[in-house]
């Protein structure tokens, strides 16, 4: 009986625990979308116009390095989250509705970018692909050590196995391309699996050596990253018709 009342006494407190913010992870989320939004920035600049010289940011190093380093960092960070979420035992429920929630804006952008960019829309981009590899991440993520192996195979896979029979809008989204589609965005799920699933990894191996990597104090400049670093869906779906609107006005106005 006595045991009975201190678990009752001591039930509130318990729920309502503060539940563990991981500060560092988010901030390095927020430098994500900070860099992210400053890319899509200057390529819309390039698309009115206004950015001289030219830019070409389809082959130039300088920009298409950048946005390999802009999406590995964003699917890493992604991979991360798997682990604090699985780890903190992140019911199935809510996971699907996040799942659902980036696969209707993943719908979404599919749709904005058809109306903008009739010959080169986005079947495949990063939300798209993040949405796939979320729920292949979820599953895989009971192997632990092999996922650094199994990462590795699915980014060396692509630059090993291409068929053309992967080079239609259909079938692009495995990633085994014999080129690249004709497209604004295109994350297949290989190679890019493989960060995610690294990030994965990391992100476990973190929590079970190096926790403090991932839920140590910020320095109170990067506080207002770190709060940024906790809406990237919101951030994603807004930042470019801001950025677009804020041109035009600017150029109706000169």
């Known amino acids: 009986m006595r045991r009975a009342i201190v678990s009752a006494v001591n039930a509130p407190t318990a729920a309502a625990a ?7 992870l988010d901030a390095l989320r927020g430098v994500a979308m900070l860099w992210m939004a400053a890319f899509h920035f200057a390529f819309d600049l390039n698309h009115f116009g206004l950015l001289e010289p030219r830019q070409d940011f389809y082959r130039d190093p300088l920009w298409t390095g950048q946005r390999t380093a802009i999406v590995s960092l964003f699917l890493f960070t992604a991979g991360l989250g798997q682990a604090l979420a699985l780890a903190a035992d992140q019911p199935a429920a809510r996971f699907w509705r996040r799942w659902a929630q980036i696969a209707g804006c993943a719908a979404l952008v599919s749709v904005g970018s058809a109306l903008m960019f009739p010959a080169s829309w986005i079947s495949f981009g990063v939300l798209h692909g ?10 895989a993520a009971p192997l632990g050590v092999w996922l650094w192996p199994l990462g590795l195979a699915a980014v060396a896979l692509p630059q090993i196995v291409q068929h053309p029979f992967f080079d239609t809008r259909w ?8 080129r690249k589609p004709v497209t604004e965005d295109f994350v297949p799920l290989l190679p890019w699996l493989g960060v995610m699933l690294w990030g994965l990894a990391a992100g476990q ?10 839920a140590g104090s910020l320095p109170r400049a990067l506080a207002p990253v770190a709060v940024l670093g906790r809406w990237p869906l919101s951030f994603y779906m807004v930042h470019q018709p801001v950025l677009i609107g ?4 600017w150029r109706a106005a000169a």
Do not use: S
């Open 18 to 24: 503060p539940r563990e913010r991981f500060d560092r």
């Open 130 to 139: 993040i949405a796939l590899m979320l729920v292949v991440a979820r599953f």
């Open 171 to 178: 079938t692009n989204w495995v990633g085994l391309v014999t």
């Open 205 to 214: 191996w973190a929590l079970a050596r190096r926790r403090g990597w991932l």
């Open 246 to 249: 804020a041109i035009l006005l």
